[in-house]
């Protein structure tokens, strides 16, 4: 299994390029089995995750085609795919591949939409939480579906004529159930509104993509979306967002290395609120035209106590990052994890480095040090992965992350990006 190791301790300086953004990419790849015209996305990112989307929507019978890069483009830019669900041949996503990507279970909205009828294994338990599904059953539901879960799977059927318009109110702000009944409200018959919709960037970008292909939406961008459901969708052209998950963990190594560096092509209004945090610790930062550039020279971090929340509050999907940037504080930070109630677990990782970090229930005590250690650690999923990778960075000495391929599910080029910037770092394969 590779390795990555590094050797900490060299401040960042130079260029990121930000790739296209996983958490957009997955969900408008599965727009595309809403028509049978092709859907053309570019800047999508090369990611084990893509990859596991692609041979799920093969399987229900999408055509996909990967463009060679065009001419004056430049190297490492994402990728131009097109997706043509001309027909659609199995109405069934099952269990094989759906229990190893959570986001897969979302293709349930699209084929009950467009086929009436969908078999969709559970996406069963995560390392970060239970992550249950009833928000997603209960949009399907309002919309007319008939439910039963049979043997792990969930049956689904729409009223004959297909789904019916409805007002859909989440208890909860779920991303998944709000892009999934999105996309199902797109071809019902009336109008949905989704009130209590999540509001993250990746959803305006699906939003948007489903405009394109002559959706009827309103409210793009707010907490109430309103679909006045059509006939038929077509064939689009659409551009996956920059990462802002990407954007804030460069952001954060760069604030725990020192240095300077410019995050290109990143959008710095689509994480404001980590952003804000970042300034508060001391960390300066400047919005240019071709990006957002991250800096600190010499001086200490401050402390910042944070809560993470649905956006546009502060991600959850920073938080183990944030929490590797506080490790190295000069006092005491307070981070509370709202969202999922299983995600501390890198912090018995950073510990090794010599962190002092306790949890209470959802409340981690960052006791900040002057100086982590190098240390041989444990990759548990995506984002704590990458924050153990940020922690070696500034630690003393070498740093081996072992079960890297978290990382190769959500993070483009990692070592590449981060050596280019004098970061000591290479994959050690085996
Ligand atoms: C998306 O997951 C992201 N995944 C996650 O990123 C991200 O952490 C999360 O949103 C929150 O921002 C993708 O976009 C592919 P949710 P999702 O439904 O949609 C509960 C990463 O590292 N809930 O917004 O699965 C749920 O248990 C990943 O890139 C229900 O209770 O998250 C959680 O506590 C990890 N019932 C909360 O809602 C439901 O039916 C928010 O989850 C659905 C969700």
Known sequence: MDRIRLIGGNELRGEIPISGAKNAALPLMIASLLTAEPLVLTNVPRLA?????????????????????????????????????GEIVDTTAPYELVSKMRASFWVIGPLLARCHEARVSLPGGCAIGTRPVDLFLHGLKALGAEIDIDDGYVVARAPKGGLVGATVRFPKVSVGATHTILMAATLARGTTIIE?????????????????????????????????????LHGATVEVIPDRIETGTFAMAAAMTGGDVLLRGARPEHL???????????????????????????NGIQPVDVDTDPFPGFPTDLQAQFMALMTMSTGTSRIRETIFENRYMHVAELARFGADIAVDGQV????????????????????????????????KGETVVNRIYHLDRGFERLE???????????RVAG
């Open 49 to 85: 995750d893509v990859k596991q989307l692609e041979r799920i929507l093969e399987n229900h019978g999408v055509d996909i085609a990967v463009h060679g890069r065009r001419r004056g483009e430049a190297e490492g830019v994402g990728q131009r795919m097109t997706f043509t669900a």
């Open 196 to 232: 209590n919709a999540a509001q993250e960037p990746e959803i305006s970008n699906v939003a948007e993509c489903l405009v394109a292909m002559g959706a009827r939406i309103s409210g793009i961008g707010t907490q109430t979306l309103t679909i006045e459901g059509v006939e038929k």
């Open 272 to 298: 404001q609120a980590a952003l804000d945090v970042l300034e508060k610790a001391g960390v300066e930062l400047t919005t240019e035209a071709h990006g957002l550039r991250v800096r600190r020279n010499g």
């Open 364 to 395: 981690a005590t960052v006791r900040g040090k002057p100086q982590l250690k190098g240390a041989q650690v444990m990759a548990t999923d995506l984002r704590a992965s990458v924050s153990l990778v940020i922690a070696g960075l500034a630690a």
């Open 416 to 426: 590449e990006k981060l050596s280019r910037c004098g970061a000591e770092i290479e």
